[in-house]
């Protein structure tokens, strides 16, 4: 396993993320400065993003609370560099976010993927996890693409 450190993202991030979520199929690459800008202003409030630094950014982390509820947040985004895939960065990321907001008193933590045979792998590292398969909505994202939802109660 390779030790990181997880830290805030930070302006100068921008470019090796965009490459990131860009190399991981998560969205358009261009969105990403959008998307970060309000946390890189300090604007956000909740809304929390982390990258995994070791030689250099390898992995990030997208995380926020979900409207309406109390104690409730979803993990939006995950990429890692798929050179350093298996390495247990993600699992890193994963438990820094649990960790964090167990002690902000965060009661469930949501991770939603597709439910296609290429997303196999990502369905079992929640697995792995500990996470449970909470729900499936059908042909969520397209015809024939589920949305998979996955639940893990928090220590709090």
């Keep these: 396993m390779t030790q990181s450190n997880i830290r805030p993202l930070r302006r100068g991030d921008l470019d090796r993320v965009a490459h990131l979520v860009g190399v991981n199929e998560m969205f358009p690459p261009e969105m990403l400065k959008g998307m970060a800008g309000p946390f890189l202003a300090g604007e956000t409030g909740e809304h929390r ?7 250099s950014i390898d992995g990030v982390a997208y995380y926020v609370p979900e409207q309406l509820t109390e104690g409730t947040w ?51 590292f929640y697995d792995m996890l500990g996470y449970d398969r909470e729900a499936r909505i059908r ?7 589920d949305k998979v939802i996955f639940r893990k109660a928090l220590k709090v």
């Design 49 to 55: 993003w982390v990258v995994s630094e070791g030689e």
């Design 74 to 124: 979803n993990v939006l985004m995950i990429a890692v560099d798929p050179e350093v895939h298996g390495r247990g960065i993600g699992s890193q990321l994963m438990r820094h976010i649990e960790d964090e907001l167990s002690r902000d008193g965060v009661r469930i933590l949501l991770v939603e993927t597709s439910g296609l045979p290429e997303f196999k792998r990502t369905r079992g």
């Design 139 to 145: 042909e969520f994202y397209a015809a024939g693409d």
